[in-house]
């Protein structure tokens, strides 16, 4: 009989140290896996922030971007319309017969510098600048 009651004992000893092992197991399971939960939700936030980033960044560069092509736009627009505007500032030139003036449409249309060049000019220097044109590129 006391042998019996030993072996309960023992049986008891045996059962409640595989019940505080589970237990342990659990806790460090559940530790574990909450560590893991904020490992995970860290780098979540970490890529998500990195991601944010990259959006703002891309969103500045693209503003810059759409700005420095709205200029060049109405750059472009510019000098459209004032090269259309070339061949009735020419005919006010009564100096130039039309073979001329078709001469010097030609040559101003033809390059973006000298269609500025002409606007920049003031009226009474335009004559003398497209008669330049003509004896270069006539």
Known sequence: MEEQ?????DDFGEHSHNENTNASS????TSSGR???????SQVNTLFQSFNDAVVQFGDRLKETS???SEDIKFELDIKKKTLMIPSELSKM??????ER????DIIKDDQNRV???WTLGEEEREAWVRFMLSKFG
């Not at 009651?5 to 004992?9: G, L």
């Not at 659990?26 to 399971?29: A, G």
């Not at 560590?35 to 939700?41: E, G, V």
């Not at 009564?94 to 073979?99: G, M």
């Open 5 to 9: 009651e030993h072996q309960r004992d």
């Open 26 to 29: 659990q806790f460090v399971e």
């Open 35 to 41: 560590s893991k939960k904020r490992k995970h939700t």
């Open 67 to 69: 700005a420095e092509l």
């Open 94 to 99: 009564t100096s130039l017969n039309q073979l």
């Open 102 to 105: 078709f001469t010097a449409i």
């Open 116 to 118: 500025m060049t002409f």
